[in-house]
């Protein structure tokens, strides 16, 4: 089983409040040098990718075993894949240090963070350079833009079908493959012959990424991030060239009144003072 | 403008009607029909939702139990080949969310998603606002010549009327063929939820800060006392202290209680988005500079525990411990 995982690290927008953004052009300025973060739901994606096929089933395991230590058909081997510029490589490095057997970064000419096409396009070249690949897995949201689009574009781009919000997979014998999904109206359960594109939901079993001990981090140094340009997977700067729809412009939000503090001498007094001056007339009805 | 409303999962029609009606309003001068898609499994549907302008017609699709997208995707598209509307309108679930890009994708369309609001700006353009970097803001995006595909972002409050509709009732002929091959089976297993956080009036939404299992049930009689449904953030559905249907946020529910409890939650703009309809909002956090606070009417920088329950004692009116 061959699969790649999308991931596109981002900044911690919550380090600098709103009313300093300061927006240029499609840019808000304050976010250029703040500290990057996986996107949760792919932290998920990654971890299940890596949990799939590990001895034990689709539990957790021990962050000090190799992740590809796994039986002779089941092999599972993990690309950690992100279309971005160098400051990805240090969550690439922790990819490898973590058991995905590669990690590759295309490096865009120009800023596609609002060219969900371009990203995909890009995307599907690659997994069609990496064949044979079984599964494509992302997130259902992150890139910045926030376009909820990547993956089904994934999907049509490789004539591959597509489930949304999965929350956990294991092999089955026969070489299918079952994929749980999940709402707050069901559980569901398919099993399905690859290939597929799946689009990660609420993982309650994986809620983040492991940690790679010093002696895996050690011996990730030795593993290389392979560096792509669009141009090494045959795409000229026509690739943008397609329908996504460009920003105008970014809105900031309405400044919101200021928060009153509520004080006292302690937590009680506090909840007394909430309560006499701001619920009790709210909470008659 | 020809716009087509789909909806792609009947038992939540009233819901995703609910989402597409400010969208549809506020092009409503623009519209010179409207017709809704409705896929089904089992009984017809007889009765729909009321829109801002009439229907002009209803189509019934008839589909397998339970279908993935990609079995609605051939026959949408070939319903959208002959209808070639201008405007395709789908819930922005992640179902629909999956149908609109995928049908925007093959009808070459201008395609943005979980759309909060949406206005033409000229004779063929559309412009839509939606949320970006991690919804702390928005962004509005132009969209030069029909057809467009929008998924509606979530509008909480009560769902439309339902009614019999006055215009055509097309059946589609043949239902969706049952099931592709690459799809072995499909189990389901329901799970039950009752829908009461986005039609709430009065929400306690706890984060990580409850730090555990133990400490939300001692707080779930607070909620009680204060008359309103428990909410959560994320980490708190992940560790599986509450069920997904209390999740709130763009990922979740977006709520519009008159009064809204947020204790132990940093306030991240993908949570807060599901708190901004909120009439009255206090926020409970020990960390004074949680942007939580920057959400709030009020706000306690304390231990949410003891603040809630005193809080909880003071609504009962029982003595002071
Ligand atoms: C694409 C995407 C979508 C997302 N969608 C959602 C969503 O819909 N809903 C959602 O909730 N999250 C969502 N998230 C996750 C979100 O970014 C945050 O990680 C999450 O909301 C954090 O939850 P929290 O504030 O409860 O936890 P934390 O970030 O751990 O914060 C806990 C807070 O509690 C405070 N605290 C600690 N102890 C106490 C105490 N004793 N008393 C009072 N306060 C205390 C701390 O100061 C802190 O502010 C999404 C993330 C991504 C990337
Ligand atoms: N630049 C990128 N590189 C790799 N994967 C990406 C990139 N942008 C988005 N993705 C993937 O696509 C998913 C959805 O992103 P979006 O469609 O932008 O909301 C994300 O969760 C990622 O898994």
């Given at each position: 089983?061959?699969?790649?995982?999308?991931?596109?690290?981002?900044?911690?927008?919550?380090?600098?409040?709103?009313?300093?953004?300061?927006?240029?052009?499609?840019?808000?300025?304050?976010?250029?040098?703040?500290?990057?973060?996986?996107?949760?739901?792919?932290?998920?994606?990654?971890?299940m990718a890596l949990a799939l096929g590990e001895?034990?089933?689709s539990?957790?395991?021990?962050?000090?075993?190799?992740?590809?230590?796994?039986?002779?058909?089941?092999?599972v081997?993990?690309?950690?894949?992100?279309?971005?510029?160098?400051?990805?490589?240090?969550?690439?490095?922790?990819?490898?240090?973590?058991?995905?057997?590669?990690?590759?970064?295309?490096?865009?000419?120009?800023?596609?963070?609002?060219?969900?096409?371009?990203?995909?396009?890009?995307?599907?070249?690659?997994?069609?350079?990496?064949?044979?690949?079984?599964?494509?897995?992302?997130?259902?949201?992150?890139?910045?833009?926030?376009?909820?689009?990547?993956?089904?574009?994934?999907?049509?781009?490789?004539?591959?079908?597509?489930?949304?919000?999965?929350?956990?997979l294991a092999l089955?014998?026969?070489?299918?493959?079952?994929?749980?999904?999940?709402?707050?109206?069901?559980?569901?359960?398919?099993?399905?012959?690859?290939?597929?594109?799946?689009?990660?939901?609420?993982?309650?079993?994986?809620?983040?990424?492991?940690?790679?001990?010093?002696?895996?981090?050690?011996?990730?140094?030795?593993?290389?991030?392979?560096?792509?340009?669009?141009?090494?997977?045959?795409?000229?700067?026509?690739?943008?060239?397609?329908?996504?729809?460009?920003?105008?412009?970014?809105?900031?939000?309405?400044?919101?009144?200021?928060?009153?503090?509520?004080?006292?001498?302690?937590?009680?007094?506090?909840?007394?003072?909430?309560?006499?001056?701001?619920?009790?007339?709210?909470?008659?009805? | 403008?020809?716009?087509?409303?789909?909806?792609?999962?009947?038992?939540?029609?009233?819901?995703?009607?609910?989402?597409?009606?400010?969208?549809?309003?506020?092009?409503?001068?623009?519209?010179?029909?409207?017709?809704?898609?409705?896929?089904?499994?089992?009984?017809?549907?007889?009765?729909?939702?009321?829109?801002?302008?009439?229907?002009?017609?209803?189509?019934?699709?008839?589909?397998?139990?339970?279908?993935?997208?990609?079995?609605?995707?051939?026959?949408?598209?070939?319903?959208?080949?002959?209808?070639?509307?201008?405007?395709?309108?789908?819930?922005?679930?992640?179902?629909?969310?999956?149908?609109?890009?995928?049908?925007?994708?093959?009808?070459?369309?201008?395609?943005?998603?979980?759309?909060?609001?949406?206005?033409?700006?000229?004779?063929?353009?559309?412009?839509?606002?939606?949320?970006?970097?991690?919804?702390?803001?928005?962004?509005?995006?132009?969209?030069?010549?029909?057809?467009?595909?929008?998924?509606?972002?979530?509008?909480?409050?009560?769902?439309?009327?339902?009614?019999?509709?006055?215009?055509?009732?097309?059946?589609?002929?043949?239902?969706?063929?049952?099931?592709?091959?690459?799809?072995?089976?499909?189990?389901?297993?329901?799970?039950?939820?009752?829908?009461?956080?986005?039609?709430?009036?009065?929400?306690?939404?706890?984060?990580?800060?409850?730090?555990?299992?133990?400490?939300?049930?001692?707080?779930?009689?607070?909620?009680?006392?204060?008359?309103?449904?428990?909410?959560?953030?994320?980490?708190?559905?992940?560790?599986?202290?509450?069920?997904?249907?209390?999740?709130?946020?763009?990922?979740?529910?977006?709520?519009?209680?008159?009064?809204?409890?947020?204790?132990?939650?940093?306030?991240?703009?993908?949570?807060?988005?599901?708190?901004?309809?909120?009439?009255?909002?206090?926020?409970?956090?020990?960390?004074?500079?949680?942007?939580?606070?920057?959400?709030?009417?009020?706000?306690?920088?304390?231990?949410?525990?003891?603040?809630?329950?005193?809080?909880?004692?003071?609504?009962?009116?029982?003595?002071?411990?």
């Amino acid at each position: 089983m061959n699969l790649t995982v999308c991931f596109k690290i981002i900044p911690d927008y919550e380090m600098v409040p709103v009313h300093r953004w300061e927006v240029s052009g499609l840019e808000p300025l304050a976010l250029r040098f703040v500290r990057q973060a996986f996107n949760c739901y792919e932290e998920s994606a990654l971890e299940m990718a890596l949990a799939l096929g590990e001895t034990g089933g689709s539990a957790r395991q021990d962050s000090g075993s190799p992740a590809s230590a796994v039986l002779g058909e089941n092999r599972v081997a993990r690309t950690a894949l992100t279309v971005d510029d160098e400051r990805a490589d240090l969550f690439l490095r922790h990819l490898l240090a973590v058991g995905y057997d590669r990690a590759v970064r295309v490096a865009p000419d120009q800023d596609l963070r609002f060219f969900p096409g371009a990203v995909a396009r890009i995307i599907a070249a690659a997994v069609n350079r990496f064949r044979p690949q079984d599964l494509v897995i992302l997130g259902p949201r992150g890139g910045e833009g926030d376009h909820c689009q990547t993956g089904p574009l994934v999907a049509e781009l490789l004539g591959w079908p597509c489930l949304m919000g999965v929350s956990g997979l294991a092999l089955t014998e026969n070489g299918l493959l079952e994929v749980r999904t999940i709402t707050d109206r069901a559980h569901r359960i398919y099993t399905v012959a690859p290939p597929l594109v799946l689009v990660t939901g609420h993982a309650l079993d994986f809620s983040c990424l492991r940690v790679p001990t010093l002696n895996q981090k050690l011996s990730a140094r030795k593993k290389p991030v392979e560096t792509l340009l669009p141009a090494d997977l045959g795409l000229s700067v026509g690739y943008l060239a397609g329908t996504d729809p460009l920003p105008a412009e970014l809105i900031l939000p309405a400044p919101k009144q200021t928060c009153t503090r509520i004080e006292g001498a302690d937590p009680r007094e506090k909840a007394r003072n909430l309560f006499d001056r701001y619920l009790k007339s709210r909470l008659v009805s | 403008m020809k716009a087509v409303a789909v909806i792609e999962d009947i038992r939540e029609m009233g819901a995703h009607a609910r989402d597409m009606i400010p969208l549809l309003s506020s092009v409503a001068d623009r519209l010179t029909s409207l017709e809704l898609w409705v896929f089904y499994t089992g009984t017809p549907p007889e009765a729909f939702p009321c829109w801002p302008v009439p229907l002009t017609a209803v189509h019934r699709m008839a589909v397998a139990h339970d279908p993935v997208p990609d079995q609605l995707l051939d026959l949408l598209m070939r319903k959208a080949a002959a209808a070639d509307a201008d405007l395709y309108l789908f819930a922005g679930t992640d179902n629909g969310n999956c149908l609109a890009a995928r049908l925007g994708f093959r009808l070459k369309a201008g395609t943005c998603l979980g759309v909060e609001s949406c206005h033409m700006t000229g004779e063929t353009t559309l412009a839509a606002v939606r949320p970006v970097f991690g919804s702390r803001i928005q962004a509005r995006f132009v969209l030069d010549t029909p057809p467009w595909c929008l998924s509606a972002a979530q509008n909480p409050g009560r769902n439309p009327a339902m009614a019999e509709p006055v215009c055509p009732v097309c059946d589609h002929p043949q239902p969706a063929p049952c099931r592709p091959p690459w799809l072995t089976s499909t189990r389901v297993i329901p799970i039950e939820t009752d829908d009461r956080l986005s039609g709430a009036d009065r929400i306690l939404v706890l984060g990580n800060g409850v730090g555990s299992q133990d400490t939300l049930e001692r707080l779930k009689p607070v909620a009680r006392a204060l008359g309103a449904q428990m909410g959560a953030s994320r980490p708190v559905v992940m560790n599986g202290w509450l069920p997904l249907d209390r999740l709130v946020g763009v990922s979740g529910s977006v709520t519009a209680p008159s009064v809204c409890i947020v204790a132990g939650v940093s306030g991240t703009g993908v949570f807060c988005a599901g708190i901004r309809h909120a009439g009255f909002v206090v926020a409970v956090n020990t960390d004074p500079d949680a942007p939580v606070f920057r959400a709030a009417d009020v706000g306690i920088v304390d231990d949410l525990v003891p603040v809630l329950l005193e809080l909880g004692r003071l609504i009962r009116g029982d003595e002071p411990a």
